[in-house]
């Protein structure tokens, strides 16, 4: 770079003369002087056809985790890289320093880490990088757009799994696995033991009792190896927002702590995402580990602005099982008119499977109805009490075709939902 220093020396050098000119003469000489700097300046930059950018692939990553985008650019000209690059992350990425200097010498390679902080989920994408080469005295730059494209995939976060201890200390009591010990549960036969006082009568063994000459019942253990379905809505419904997620999102997570626990439960599990058609679908019957491969097929999810085909429901789960199931949907209770798709749809499915519909309810409903400070509250609080009778309504007739109905706010849907697949599985439903 001694070369390029001697050059500036000449330039400042002939600035002096120049400016001692009077009048116009000595404007034009500047400009003059300063245009060959400028034109010195690009001349000494380093090109950027001869550089040379490389991504290693940044992997998955949980929503609002930390991920890290590195690139290796390679400068395979003679002259020093003086350069700003700038990674193109789409905003949704959370890159935090997207922009960076960096000096790479001639025939070397120099590694920068862009760090990542996705605050949606999905797959991010990035489509090439931009290398802007200055001159060593900063007063010109040459630029060039390298492809370099990249995606990151945001996991759903998996908030529920603080209830996964919980719920899995349940299903050992109901087997048998752990020291406390439920009398009653299931119904799949255990083993036979001696009468004592207070078991059912009807538990009792008739021929093992003849054969012994002594009472002696049978025990019993909760349903293993049962099929569990759950169906989730991803059709215009499953858009909206209520609280800080949208019900897709909160529907995500009741499905993802169910799979792991009806897993843990020794059931096989399957997965479907549909609305007009199957979005994605995952299951415990293929090879590796169920969570991994739900939140693989979940990540890419959106919410599609159409109907649900109600039709076609009943279809896709006999695809999945054609033998008797726990079915789970989880969908709305509001949307379009249930009377004519959710109602008629559950009690079919009703009639072979066991149909649990799990939905989402608006926190807001039961803010409304307790303010009626004035007027306008009054009618809010009238229209909150509409909307929710009306879902009691629907809920209402939904049990009489024998369907469960867990109807629950954001945070509490998880749970519910697998509290409602203990009791099932508690009374032998399954």
């Not at 020396?9 to 500047?30: E, I, N, Q, R, Y």
Request: hydrophobic content about 45%; overall charge positive; glycine content about 8%.
């Amino acid at each position: 770079m001694a070369l390029s220093g001697r050059f500036v020396l000449l330039a400042l050098l002939g600035l002096v003369p120049v400016l001692l000119l009077p009048g116009w003469g000595s404007v034009l000489g500047v400009l003059v002087v300063l245009a060959a700097l400028l034109c010195l300046d690009l001349g000494l930059a380093a090109s950027p056809r001869t550089i040379e950018v490389r991504r290693a692939d940044p992997g998955n990553v949980t929503l609002h985790g930390t991920a890290v985008s590195v690139l290796t650019v390679f400068n395979n000209g003679p002259r020093r890289l003086r350069a700003t690059v700038r990674d193109a992350w789409q905003p949704s990425a959370g890159a935090q320093d997207p922009v960076q200097e960096l000096q790479v010498p001639g025939q070397e390679s120099r590694r920068l880490t862009v760090r990542l902080r996705p605050v949606r989920r999905g797959d991010m994408k990035v489509p090439h990088v931009t290398v802007r080469s200055h001159g060593p005295l900063g007063l010109a730059a040459r630029q060039r757009t390298v492809p370099c494209p990249g995606v990151l995939r945001v996991l759903p976060p998996f908030h529920s799994r603080r209830h996964l201890p919980s719920k899995l200390r349940k299903l050992r009591e109901l087997d048998g696995k752990a020291a406390v010990q439920i009398r009653g549960a299931g119904t799949e036969f255990d083993s036979l033991r001696d009468y004592v006082r207070g078991d059912d009568v009807r538990s009792i063994d008739w021929r093992a009792t003849a054969r012994r000459s002594a009472v002696v019942v049978r025990t019993w253990r909760p349903e293993r190896d049962r099929r569990v379905v759950i169906m989730l809505d991803t059709s215009r419904t499953a858009a909206a927002r209520i609280e800080d997620e949208p019900r897709l999102d909160t529907g995500m997570e009741a499905a993802l702590l169910l799979a792991v626990l009806a897993e843990r439960g020794g059931d096989r599990v399957d997965f479907l995402a549909f609305d007009r058609r199957p979005r994605a679908r995952a299951g415990s019957a293929t090879s590796g580990n169920l969570l991994g491969q739900l939140v693989q097929a979940m990540a890419p999810l959106e919410a599609e602005l159409i109907e649900l085909d109600w039709s076609s429901i009943p279809g896709q789960i006999r695809a999945v099982s054609a033998h008797r199931s726990l079915v789970v949907l989880l969908t709305s209770l509001d949307g379009g008119a249930p009377e004519e798709g959710l109602i008629p749809v559950a009690a079919q499915l009703a009639r072979q499977h066991v149909v649990v519909v799990a939905t989402v309810r608006d926190p807001v409903l039961g803010q409304m109805l307790q303010e009626r400070t004035n007027a306008t509250d009054v009618f809010r609080a009238a229209s909150a009490e509409r909307a929710l009778l009306e879902r009691a309504a629907v809920a209402a007739e939904l049990r009489q075709h024998g369907v469960e109905v867990v109807d629950a706010e954001p945070h509490q849907l998880p749970p519910q939902l697998a509290d409602m697949y203990i009791r099932l599985k508690a009374a032998g439903r399954l």
